[in-house]
């Protein structure tokens, strides 16, 4: 379990989370931050992709130069915190397709109910990135990935920023194949699910909603 999840402890990543965690931080810096720490986390998921040379004219001379090769992406935002993730990610990578899965709990069967679920048509050429701002107990991110890969993409990877314990577990044990991304890992989760010490309701903080 321990390689399957990277914990991104630059300064930059762990100044930005402090920030985040305040409560007295407000709506429109907290939608500023999970963008930054998004970009700087899309950055460090993004070290592996393969490159290949290419020919380039620079002003002076003709040179070889590298792009990324081939592999095409795919960000799929869980609805509606993930939302907050995704312009920094296509910022840093604009020919990334979305798609984009909206899940809750009944409150009686407490099995997950799909609400939206629309995908590129090509995911199965394109490397999955789920985001969502917490892992939590993990429910939600488990049933998403159990979605998208009824759709046979070619790989999936998870974002978040915080992750709680029993989320890793739940989301490990559920999808060995599936690398998990964060910025911290925290303590675990209270009695309303909420992770600890965390930042609240992420989705509220970025939509001011409450
Ligand atoms: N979702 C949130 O937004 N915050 C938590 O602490 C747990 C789940």
Known sequence: ME?????????????????MRDEKTGS??????????????????????????????????KTKSKVIAGRKLAFVPILRAGLGML???????????VGHIGLYRDEETHEPV?????LPSDIEE???????????TGGSAVDAINI????????????????????????????PDVQVFCAAKDEGLNENCYIMPGLGDAG??????K
């Not at 810096?29 to 393969?50: H, N, Q």
């Open 148 to 175: 998208i890969k009824k759709s046979h993409p070619h790989s999936i990877k998870f974002l978040c920023i915080i992750a709680a314990p029993e989320g890793i577990k739940a989301l490990t044990e559920a999808h």
């Open 126 to 136: 394109r490397d999955v990135f789920v985001l969502d701002p917490m892992l939590a």
């Open 28 to 61: 429109k810096l907290f939608r500023e931050l999970v963008s930054e720490v998004s970009m700087l986390m899309c950055y460090e998921a993004t070290r592996d992709l393969p490159l290949k040379e290419v020919e380039v004219q620079t002003p002076l001379v």
């Open 3 to 19: 390689n399957q999840v990277t914990v991104f402890d630059h300064p930059l990543i762990q100044h930005k989370l402090t920030h």
């Open 114 to 118: 799909e609400y939206y679920n629309k």
């Open 87 to 97: 312009e920094a990610m296509l910022e840093m990578v604009p020919a990334a397709k």
């Open 204 to 209: 509220d903080r970025i939509f001011g909603t």
